[in-house]
């Protein structure tokens, strides 16, 4: 499955003709086909290209409404260790 950085996740933002991704507890998902979607927004709050997984925790819906969409890849968290 494909790995993406925030970085990368962040360009699959519905603009200029780009699919649209949104992240939710690691996975990607292609919200593309969502007319709630259309231009890499929903509902004016949320943009497209970024993790979610916070947003959701206080969104009227649950993410189940996640689940009709294919996931595309998992969200790589970078983390830089201190020694």
Partial sequence: MRKFTKAELG?????????IFVAYQGKVYDVSRSFLWKKGK???LH???LDLTEDLKVAPHGAEMLEK???VGILEHSYK???
């Fill in 11 to 19: 360009k699959y933002n519905g603009k200029n003709g780009m699919p």
């Fill in 69 to 71: 969409f294919p996931v």
């Fill in 47 to 49: 943009k497209a290209g």
């Fill in 42 to 44: 929903h509902q004016v």
């Fill in 81 to 83: 260790r201190r020694i």
